[in-house]
């Protein structure tokens, strides 16, 4: 074979193989997106387990209703906790008083962290409510609605003439497991109980007790 025919042939080998390569299928340039990463929640903090679950989110719209402290005001005015100096400026003097070492109560409002108790604490009788006191310090126990008084809560009025269906507005849950009682110099009556906290901290509740289809009580209750 001469050169010149060699030459020729190598040619054509390379026309053939630039020919093949124009020939192939065009790549998309659009790219692949790889399959998505989970969504964390909002600075990763965890989903609660009420809307991860539909049955713990039931069960929380099934809770008795929560009556806290901040919450209230005794006629308008007085939060749970006052000093004595308030108590008489919106309410005047009580009716009478009695020492709590004479009652015995088997828990104290304002007991110390070692569980000793001031010997001078007494509660305060005014118009049927009882009130603590403990040196210059009172709280309320017991709210009795039969003698005037009110409760502010959230915008609404408590009072003696709140009745059953004005408290199933406020708290459907504490009412639909209503039960009844016999209380002494009160005889029968039905019972609502409200939680103290969201979480259920504390181990005391607060009792509504409702009277011939009235509110006529509200007893803040500690185990002993």
């Known amino acids: 074979m001469t050169r010149g025919s060699l030459l020729s042939r190598l040619l054509l080998v390379l026309y053939c193989s630039i020919i093949s ?11 692949v997106d790889k399959a998505p990463k989970a969504v964390k929640a909002v600075n990763d ?3 609660s ?3 991860r679950s539909p049955t713990a989110a039931l069960a929380s719209d099934t809770l008795n209703e929560v009556m806290k402290e901040k919450d209230i005001r005794l006629n308008g005015v007085l ?9 008489r400026k919106a309410l005047g003097e009580p009716d009478s008083t009695k020492l709590l070492l004479e009652e015995e109560p088997c828990t104290n409002i304002f007991q110390e962290a070692d569980g000793s108790v001031d010997p001078g604490a007494r509660y305060l009788f005014k118009s049927g409510s009882r009130f603590e006191c403990s040196k210059e310090k009172v709280a309320i126990d017991e709210v009795n609605f039969a003698h005037g008084y009110y409760l502010m809560f959230k915008g609404y009025r408590l009072d003696g003439h709140t009745t059953m269906a004005g408290l199933k507005q ?14 002494m110099g009160d005889g029968q009556v039905q019972v609502a109980i409200l939680r103290e ?4 901290v504390s181990d005391g509740h ?3 007790f409702i009277k011939d289809g009235k509110l006529y009580k509200l007893h803040w209750w500690f185990p002993c």
């Open 206 to 208: 607060i009792e509504l």
């Open 45 to 47: 903090t965890p989903v």
């Open 170 to 183: 406020i708290f459907p849950n504490a009412c639909k497991q209503i039960g009844t009682a016999d209380v």
């Open 21 to 31: 390569c124009d020939s192939r299928p065009e790549r998309s340039a659009q790219k």
């Open 79 to 87: 939060p749970r906790y006052f000093s004595l100096k308030e108590f």
């Open 49 to 51: 387990n009420a809307l």
């Open 197 to 200: 906290d969201s979480n259920n």
